[in-house]
């Protein structure tokens, strides 16, 4: 699988030359499978760039949801396969039955809000309210979900294709109490061994207390919860909208420096907006775009 960011910004899209080299989008990661197919993860601002190049093709899309929040939504109205005539676009909803036949991502169309209304559009686009499971047990790709510790709920997703695993775990608080916590523990079987990890780490440490109960991970507890689980590679993610890149750069180093010390080959990259990995189940290897 190639997993390219579009999106790692998290609560709100930022435009400052402050914060150019990291990205200002907001949450948007598309995986294209080793047979060809595209998975996306949530649709914050940075789908607009990805509809762009993904306009080209006529292929079905799968739009997984993390949650409804909006800067995991306001980008859909703008992306370009929504606009195709008879594209099939498949949106996993992380709680698709609290407005019935609609989810977020559709209701925000609603003539009011945005000038196009949903059932204007072209495409064919579908909230799925089956079981994920059973929606793509014969895709050749293995979904697996797990609840987020996040207000008002979500998913964290592992996608399992030709013997890559990929784990996108955004907006998630992890238990700062770290291995006191049966919560914790869990996070560590879903994520063991995975190829690529994709965690929310919005807060420095000195900035979770006051952040507790927002739904979001310190980073050193994300940095343990990549060693405990054995991970191969993890990507920092969903970064605050006021972090600068002088202050990215220093938590990557950062985070870099644990690693060294503890003797382990993992990186900890901060995503940067436009970064790409080929994810094989023998290697990993960053692409220079």
């Known amino acids: 699988m190639k997993i390219t960011f579009y999106g790692v910004r998290g609560s709100i899209p930022v435009a400052n030359k402050q914060m150019m080299k990291y990205g200002g989008n907001t949450s948007c990661v598309y995986v294209q499978l080793s047979d060809g197919g595209h998975i996306i993860f949530d649709a914050g601002t940075g789908i607009r ?8 093709s006529n292929e079905p899309i799968h739009l997984l949801l993390s949650h409804n929040h909006w800067d995991h939504v306001m980008g859909y109205p703008f992306f370009q396969p929504i606009y195709q005539k008879d594209r099939e676009i498949h ?4 709680q698709p039955n609290s ?3 609609l989810c977020t991502l ?7 809000h945005f000038p196009i209304t949903a059932e204007q559009l072209p495409s064919k686009s579908r909230c799925v309210l089956s079981d994920i499971d059973d929606e793509l047990r014969d895709s050749g790709f293995t979904i697996q979900r797990r609840l987020l510790n996040h207000p008002g709920g979500g998913n964290a997703y592992k996608i399992i294709d030709d013997g890559a695993t990929c784990a ?5 608080e992890l238990d700062i109490s770290a291995k006191r916590s049966a919560n914790y523990d869990k996070w560590v079987e879903f994520c063991s061994g995975v190829d690529v990890l994709i965690h929310d780490a919005q807060y420095r440490d000195d900035e979770f207390p006051s952040k507790k109960g927002w739904g979001h991970s310190g980073i050193s507890t994300v940095r343990q919860l990549a ?5 191969r590679e993890l990507f920092l993610f969903h970064h605050d909208p006021d972090r600068t890149d002088a202050e990215m750069d220093q938590l990557f180093q950062q985070t870099r420096t644990f690693f060294l010390e503890k003797n382990q080959e993992i990186q900890g990259v901060c995503a940067v ?9 023998d290697n990993i290897t960053f692409i220079t775009n």
């Open 273 to 281: 907006e436009g970064m790409s990995v080929q994810v094989d189940k």
């Open 99 to 101: 407005h019935g036949q």
């Open 91 to 94: 949106i996993y909803s992380s």
């Open 168 to 172: 996108y775990i955004t907006d998630n």
């Open 227 to 231: 060693l405990d689980a054995e991970v």
């Open 49 to 56: 760039r990805l509809g762009k190049e993904l306009a080209s």
């Open 106 to 112: 559709l209701d925000q169309m609603d003539g009011a």
